[in-house]
């Protein structure tokens, strides 16, 4: 029956390449069970109901990251996808060691990790009791203390396959051993002698292969030995630095199963072993052919233990021999062969070999190399023989001479081989092949006898006390193996991992039984595995294979395809044994870790691993006495060599068959010997593993480790655990978890149960009814322990899905009540819309029906009003007809009278006009000139006491400057206060009066203009009469007079209008002093009482109060401190920290260097927030940019440096500008010790009291601080006084209700929302370009972004663009640059010029055109230029960036790294790599010294940028895609690819700490861009995600103050996008615009101001997706990248020159 899983269950479901993937239950029954994969959220798997699944637990973050336990066996739910989870999750953070019930799982890094093994981490594990941090040390210790404790022998197993660590790991565990129990950290003899041990034994066992550059080549068992040391004669005993009296005195070191093929033969890419290569490089480092090699070069005399001379006769350049050329490979990397070589020779010094036997051995080493150069040839006359090749002949010599052995026996041996027979010795040739074996042989034989004295030498050296019985062994032994071809040697090797599984098994079992029955748990151990039978198939009597190979080496004419057919006939039909029917000569075992096949073919030569008697013979009678002992002391050879010996010693009593050694039998012999020792001791395992097969760092290779795993025994470890009860949890945990599950009276009966046991108990046994819980096959599903709570799996399953569906239904049930509370009132509001839209319909029909009766009413209207006009038509026409004939008679007698009426009239209306005018224009003049008169002596006085008021004015600054009591110059200010009142009034009055007269000028020259025209239309027509009649004469005199006498009074008009334009200057400057002086004073006054009172409250300015009241949430730093190098200000900073807070002084010197350092201070009961900024230029912009984020800024300057009082006053400038309080500070420090007053004080006074500003000068920044503390309480207090609940956005300051804003939601609908805030319809972009009249005549007026236009449209590849950036906008020069990444990897910075518009919207004074580039920028947007190419990335780049100087450019890719780029010159500066691709990185804004970056691992590194090391490492549970900081530096927001968004808190300068985390979508994030707060707003993000939205997220902040506390949806918008990895940016015009790319070929715009909606538009001009957008800082120029390497600018028209 299949087991049905709840909704929502996180299980672990088999993947093809991760070995297990994460999954979610969709639905389940009993014929499948359909999930959705971690990788793909809206794809469907659907399994079997049998297909391996395993639970999953939800992740638990702290703050360090994704939690990771230390010891597996703590996991919930144990098993294998949860280990590998888990080992991976640590080693992404350098955490390379975890326990696992009693294994120490190690995992190689590849690389130093800082700090792991330094000595005081090495002695901080040296303590009584255990430590519970895994590390190779703690198990170290743990056996160290077990023969301390208990007395008892210890062994530490250790593991793993070639390249996984476990030469290093036997390193460490020795020298802890070594160091544990010395005497204050002095080394002995014996333990100098065992640590040198290691470096000896590794050059002649080690060699490097296809996965290790230091792989051991045999297995080693060390046993160190112990005993309690006393103080000589004394007797006292003598405690080492664990506090006990053991302390090392023997060891001795068995060595199992060396690969001595390795010696002839290597694979491409491997090497022989270590001792061959450094001797070649010593003896090649001697000139002159020379031989003797003078001992020591490299190493430092005061390191060796004696000097000597080497001779190194027979070695030569490597590449002069056989054996060591079969591979390419001959040297490793960063190892010095020579220095290695010396190295080995100290080693063998101080394990006390002779100087003698170390020339031999060198000897014998070096025969083996010219060995190898021998060759041979058949005989001219015998092609069944051999010969040596003459070309071969100087190289026997050399082995001859060497060994000791007489010219021509050496070639006689190997060329012939003796049978013997009952009379005699028969000698007969052999062939060539069988010569190139016997070559091969004794080649193997010298180097495994030489080994073995080695071996053997050390341990008499060091010396191995038999009556101590109290020992530590180290095994270093091979780990299982399986290859695709497998032979006699991965044989013996997993024959011994068979054995140690076995004994591990009985330990691990032997701890079960022990906790169960510690905890009182019944238990049946049936239920444990066991391999028992594996063994048993292989060491077998009899039927065993290795007892069958025996059989069969001793068999005549034995073959490996007969024993391999035995034993298939043998084992057919056991469970441990397979044939391949493909293969005859292969076979397979099944191990405990996996089935292997093996090919038996040469398994009875290596077996066997015989010499010919004639070999043994000739090296038993070498001259070279060395040589003939080692092998006539060796057992193999003994039997040959001795062999009359020995038959005299057995005598004639002597019979039977003797035992034939065999490479199989010795193994199992010394396998047995091993165990038995081993069986003895209490063991600890260290199970070392190769992380991947590239031995690269920070590279996890799942399917690999997977392996390792198993082939290890650590998921024996947890097929262990789950054969009893794997599901442990405390009493409380099951009473917290499942009380919900069971019936609510039973859960109320048994609350009141003080006992967690036995509550816990009555609660499952309630359980078991309630749910029907399945009983277990044997024994029960569930126990109750005395600490812990035992569960099946079946069980643990069933309370849990119960739990989880119960969690479900509630949730159900809450989110239903929640949304029906939500329909309500949606349906309440709708219900109100529709009422007012039905009154809306109403009144609109009403309208309708009004203007139809009026249309009625009006037609009838205008009937009449026709029939009216025919009529009235019909009788004008009667009329006019009538008149017309009276008309034309009267006419006639009219014209008569009128012509002669008009001359005599027109010629007296033309004199009076004249003199009229001359008498007006008199008395005009007359009285202008009385008036002007008047004004110019009123004007005389005024400005008299104007200079007055500025002399008093100036009198009081004066007084003020010298007065020494506060009332005096309250007394003094007050009287001057009342003075510049009253002059003030009587200014007014003047005003008054000289705005009357004023007006009347206006007037009166209104009228002269006037009558001036009416006089020119009199003249005009005058001149046409006396032009038309000649009866009308006007004499010309008075003509001219008149003409003359017009310009003048021209002349005499334009100086009155002269005059009076003066006169409205004067006017307005008097206004303008009146009020500067006025503002002065007020500020002159403050300032005064500032220095007098220090800290006394004190009304702040008008502007500061304004800006304090506004200042909201986004001023979060109280105290910034600015100015110029060495002005002093981090000096009092640290006065100040000193005097106030001292707590704060260490991290205050440790940050002090860095370029912005913020400081929480508590001054009396306050606790400010400062900002230390550095004076660096380069650095200038950041300090502006955090003006408009300061309530206060301290600009700080020397009064002894001049250039500090100069960039002073612009930092002051700034810093008015962005709105923030300032206080310009004068350091008298240097002036206190002695050096000259450089700066005018009075000027420094009178500019801040201009600027608005407190200028105060001292040493110390105390009474200023408290100064501005109070104010900022005064503030605070003004603040909360007002309406508190207010809505900023609200006119009237109340805040809304819901219906209330729905309403007008609705009403926005049709168009009637009125719109707050800044200008929202002015659309993305402020304008840059002019427009043409034909564009303006083209554009869509309804459409705020119809003015943006495509301007430029640039191409560099048709590789992608993935990213693009604009920087170096601060820096004011004619151009910003434009940085655009390709997928192909290059990267292109563009020059883009500024507009003439552009350039107008500087600051003059910021816009320096000395520092720009190249001539004045050309005209507008045409100028685009190439600054530079960044070529050094070979894949995709993921993100790119400025430095925070703008100096550099940083790139990240997906070839694994991370690269610094000089701008100007593309020279590539520092790259950086990591293990796995590089999605994303940022600089940490307080210090520019550290990047965070992340992988594709799901790990965020802090780096140093200086020397590369890695400063913390911080792991999630998916790929990080984009990173971002608020505007506080403070906090870190990592979008991953699962949709989350994590919050990361920059605690310092170099560390990250977990905050919390939200889940934002289902598709992955793209980009993140943050917003500050503006427009009645919070700051918000704006997150692109890959679920084909754009989401808008508000920040909360507080409580406490500054600290992000949550994320909150506000909108979600549609865009196109699901597969790209989109960009989006944001532009502050109007209130705020969203701008995102799409893969629908268009440029997404989202208005963010309030009431618009959301309103979207886009941009149509691509042909393909639109990647990557990006904004200018100016807010002038939009960049938009496709996929297809276009970019394309666009800005926005300006038609203000251009007239409707």
């Not at 001219?1040 to 409205?1064: F, P, S, T, Y």
């Not at 402020?1326 to 705020?1344: E, N, V």
């Not at 780029?1461 to 600089?1483: C, H, I, Q, R, Y």
Request: proline share 3%.
């Amino acid at each position: 029956m299949a087991t049905h899983y709840a909704q929502g269950t996180l299980i672990w479901v088999k993947h093809e390449e991760e070995v297990w993937m994460q999954a979610e239950i969709v639905t389940s029954n009993d014929k499948e069970i359909i999930v959705k994969t971690a990788e793909d959220p809206n794809g469907r798997i659907v399994l079997g109901p049998n297909e391996p699944i395993f639970l999953r637990t939800s992740d638990v973050f702290t703050s360090e990251g994704l939690s990771v336990l230390d010891d597996l066996t703590q996991l919930t739910h144990l098993h294998e996808p949860a280990v590998l989870s888990s080992l991976q999750n640590r080693f992404d953070i350098d955490k390379i060691y975890t326990f696992t019930g009693p294994i120490l799982i190690a995992l190689n890094p590849f690389k130093s990790i800082p700090g792991l093994y330094d000595e005081e981490v090495l002695t901080s594990f040296i303590t009584t009791k255990p430590s519970g941090k895994p590390h190779v040390f703690s198990t170290s210790n743990a056996s160290y203390r077990g023969i301390c404790d208990r007395r008892k022998s210890q062994t530490v197993l250790i593991s793993g396959e070639s390249g996984a660590g476990k030469t290093e790991t036997t390193k460490f565990v020795m020298k802890f051993l070594a160091l544990a129990g010395s005497a204050d950290g002095q080394v002995t003899s014996v333990e100098k002698q065992v640590l040198e041990s290691n470096p000896l034994l590794e050059a002649f066992g080690n060699a490097r292969t296809l996965r290790n550059d230091n792989s051991s080549r045999f297995g080693k068992f060390i046993e160190l030995q112990f005993r309690p040391s006393t103080g000589g004669a004394s007797g006292a005993v003598q405690t080492g630095l664990s506090g006990e009296s053991l302390r090392l005195c023997g060891a001795r070191i068995r060595h199992y199963l060396l690969e001595k093929v390795r010696v002839c033969e290597q694979q491409e890419g491997e090497r022989n072993y270590h001792i061959f290569y450094e001797a070649c490089a010593a003896a090649a480092s001697l000139k002159f052919d020379r031989k003797e090699y003078h001992f020591p070069q490299v190493l430092s005399k005061d390191k060796v233990k004696e000097d000597m001379v080497i001779d190194l006769e027979g070695f030569g350049e490597l590449t002069n021999y056989a054996f060591l050329t079969r591979s390419t490979c001959k040297t490793l990397k960063d190892v010095d062969d020579i220095e290695m070589f010396e190295r080995r020779i100290n080693a063998m010094a101080t394990i006390g070999i002779k100087k003698e036997d170390v020339a031999e051995v060198l000897h014998m080493i070096a025969a083996v190399l010219n060995l190898g150069n021998t060759k041979f040839d058949a005989p001219p006359n015998n092609s069944e023989g051999s010969m040596v090749m003459q070309e071969c002949a100087a190289s026997i010599a050399v082995v001859e001479k060497l060994l000791g052995i007489s010219t021509g026996d050496l070639e006689k041996a190997l060329c012939n081989t003796t049978r013997v027979t009952r009379t005699e010795k028969i000698r007969s040739p052999i062939n060539v092949r069988q010569a190139a074996d016997n070559r091969d042989a004794l080649a193997r034989a010298l180097y495994g006898i030489v080994f073995n004295f080695i071996v053997h030498s050390t341990n008499l050296s060091i010396g191995y006390i038999d009556d101590v019985k109290l020992f530590v062994g180290v095994l270093d032994i091979f780990g299982f193996e399986c290859f695709k071809m497998n032979s006699f040697e991965q044989l013996c090797i997993n024959f011994t991992n068979e054995r140690l599984q076995q004994f591990f098994n009985s330990f691990v079992f032997k701890l079960e039984e022990q906790l169960y029955e510690r905890e009182g748990i019944p238990w049946d151990a049936l239920d444990f595995p066991d391999n028992q039978d594996s063994v048993d198939l292989l060491q077998g009597k009899g039927t065993g294979v290795f007892a069958m190979l025996d059989e069969e080496c001793m068999v005549p004419n034995g073959s490996d395809q007969g024993f391999c057919n035995k034993l298939i006939k043998q084992h057919k039909g056991n469970r441990r044994f397979d044939e391949i029917k493909t293969k005859p000569t292969w076979f397979v075992i099944k191990h405990f870790a996996g089935p292997v096949s093996y090919c038996t073919d040469s398994f009875l030569d290596k077996n066997r691993d015989q010499l010919s008697n004639d070999l043994i013979e000739c090296m038993g009678n070498s001259s070279n006495q060395f040589v003939a002992n080692l092998f006539r002391q060796d057992v193999k050879f003994a039997e040959v060599l001795n062999k009359d010996d020995t038959q005299e010693q057995a005598g004639p009593k002597a019979g039977g068959k003797k035992k034939k050694y065999t490479v199989s039998s010795e193994f199992k012999d010394q396998l047995s010997s091993l165990m038995d020792v081993v069986d003895m001791t209490e063991p600890h395992f260290i199970r070392c593993i190769k992380p991947n097969p590239q031995n690269q760092p920070d590279l996890f290779d799942r399917k690999g480790v997977t392996e390792q795993l198993r082939y290890g025994g650590v998921l024996q470890v947890v097929q262990v655990s789950r054969a009893g009860y794997p599901v442990r949890i405390n009493h409380q945990e099951c009473w917290d978890d499942y009380q919900a599950v069971g019936a609510l009276k039973v859960v109320s009966e048994l609350k009141h149960l003080e006992d967690p046991k036995i509550r816990a108990q009555k609660l499952l046994e309630h359980l078991q009814t309630e749910l029907n819980i399945p009983l277990a096959k044997s024994g029960q599903s569930w126990a109750v322990g005395k600490t812990l709570v035992f569960f099946k799996q079946q069980a643990y399953e069933r309370i849990k899905f119960a739990r989880l569906e119960l969690l479900i239904k509630s949730t159900t049930l809450i989110q239903a009540t929640w949304r029906g509370k939500l329909r309500r009132r949606m349906f309440i509001a709708i219900r109100l819309f529709t009422r007012h839209v039905e009154a809306l319909l109403r009144c609109k029909q009403a309208r309708t029906d009004l203007l139809k009766r009026r249309s009625e009413h009006s037609a009838v209207v205008i009937q009449a009003a026709a029939r009216r006009r025919l009529a009235r038509k019909t009788f004008s026409d009667i009329q006019k007809k009538v008149v017309k004939i009276q008309a034309v008679r009267r006419g006639i007698l009219g014209r008569r009278n009128a012509k002669e009426y008009k001359k005599h009239s027109a010629a007296a209306r033309l004199q009076a006009l004249v003199r009229a005018r001359k008498d007006r224009e008199v008395y005009v003049a007359l009285r202008q000139s009385i008036l002007f008169a008047q004004q110019r002596w009123r004007m005389r006085h005024a400005k008299s006491q104007l200079k007055k008021l500025k002399q008093e004015a100036k009198e009081v600054g004066a007084l003020m400057a010298k007065a020494q009591k506060v009332q005096e110059q309250a007394s003094e200010l007050r009287k001057s206060n009342e003075e510049l009142e009253a002059h003030q009034l009587q200014l007014q009055s003047e005003k008054k009066s000289l705005s009357g007269k004023v007006k009347q000028l206006e007037d009166s020259l209104q009228q002269v203009q006037q009558s001036f025209e009416e006089m020119k239309t009199q003249a005009a027509d005058a001149a046409k009469l006396a032009a038309d009649h000649s009866k009308t004469v006007v004499e010309a005199e008075k003509m001219e007079g008149l003409n003359k006498e017009i310009a003048d009074r021209d002349v005499e008009l334009q100086g009155l209008l002269k005059e009076l334009q003066e006169l409205k200057d004067t006017h307005a400057k008097q206004e303008e002093a009146i009020k500067h002086a006025e503002a002065n004073y007020q500020q002159l006054l403050r300032s005064t009482a500032m220095q007098s009172v220090g800290g006394a409250p004190t009304s702040a300015p008008a502007t500061t109060a304004a800006r304090t009241s506004g200042r909201g949430s986004s001023r979060n730093v109280n105290i910034q401190l600015v100015g110029a190098p060495g002005s002093g200000k981090t000096p009092l900073l640290g006065a100040l920290i000193q005097e106030h807070d001292p707590s704060q002084s260490n991290n205050f010197e440790e940050q002090r260097n860095n370029l912005m350092v913020h400081h929480q201070i508590q001054v009396g009961e306050r606790l400010l927030k400062f900002l230390d900024c550095s004076g660096n230029e380069r650095a200038a912009h950041l300090v502006k940019e955090w003006f408009s984020r300061t309530q206060w800024v301290f600009v700080i300057y020397s009064l002894t440096d001049p250039r500090s009082y100069e960039k002073a006053l612009t930092l002051m400038a700034d810093a008015r500008q962005a709105g923030a309080g300032v206080v310009l500070f004068a350091n008298k420090y240097d002036v206190k010790e002695g050096q000259q007053v450089q700066v005018n004080m009075q000027e420094a006074h009178d500019k801040a009291t201009q600027a608005g500003a407190f200028s105060v000068e001292g040493i110390s920044l105390t009474d200023a601080v408290r100064f501005v503390a109070s104010q900022n309480e005064q503030d605070q207090g003004e603040g909360d006084g007002g309406q508190a609940g207010a809505d900023p956005a609200s006119p009237d300051g109340q805040r809304r209700s819901s219906i209330s804003a729905a309403i007008d939601s609705v009403k926005s609908w049709f168009g009637g929302a009125p719109e707050r805030g800044g200008k929202a319809g002015q659309g993305v972009l402020r304008p840059s370009l002019k427009g043409t009249k034909a564009m303006k005549q083209a554009r869509r007026d309804a459409d705020p972004n119809a003015d943006l236009r495509p301007v430029q449209e640039l191409q560099d590849s048709e590789s992608a663009v993935t990213c693009i950036c604009f920087g170096q906008e601060r820096l004011h020069r004619t151009y910003i640059l434009l940085a655009t990444a390709s997928k192909d990897g290059t990267v292109v910075v563009y020059r883009c010029y500024r507009t003439e518009m552009e350039i107008a919207m500087l600051a003059p004074d910021e816009f320096r055109q000395a520092e720009s580039i190249g001539a004045a920028p050309p005209a507008d947007h045409s100028n685009i230029a190439v600054h530079s190419r960044l070529v050094g990335h070979s894949r995709a780049i993921t993100s790119i960036f400025f430095n925070l100087l703008e100096d550099q450019l940083v790139t990240t890719s997906i070839d694994k790294s991370v690269r610094f780029w000089n701008v100007d010159s593309g020279e590539m500066l520092k790259v950086f790599t990591d293990s796995s691709p590089v999605p994303v990185a940022s600089f940490l804004p307080f210090n520019p010294q550290v990047f965070v970056a992340a992988n594709s691992n799901a790990v965020l590194r802090l780096v140093n940028v200086q020397n590369g090391m890695v400063l913390q490492k911080l792991k999630v549970e998916t790929e990080v895609r984009a990173l971002k900081f608020d505007d506080t530096g403070l906090f870190l927001l990592a979008g991953t690819k699962s949709g989350s968004i994590h919050v990361l808190e920059a605690t310092d300068s170099n560390t990250l700490k977990f905050k919390f985390k939200v889940q934002l979508a289902r598709g992955g994030v793209t980009c993140i861009a943050f917003v500050p707060a503006a427009y009645g707003q919070p700051p918000c993000l704006l997150v692109n995600t890959s679920d084909s939205s754009a989401t808008i997220i508000d920040c909360t902040y507080g409580p406490p103050a500054g600290v992000l506390t949550n994320l909150a949806v506000r909108h979600r918008v549609r865009v196109a996008h699901s597969l790209l990895p989109l960009k989006c940016c944001y532009s502050p015009s109007g209130q705020g615009y969203l701008i995102s790319g799409s893969e629908d070929k268009e440029v997404y715009i989202y208005s963010l101001a309030k009431g618009a909606n959301y309103k979207m538009h886009y941009l149509k001009h691509h042909q393909v997706p639109v990647v990557a957008v990006a904004v200018n800082l100016q807010d002038t120029l939009l960049a938009s990248a496709d996929s297809l390497g276009r970019v394309v600018l666009w800005r926005r028209m300006d038609f203000s020159h251009i007239q409707d």
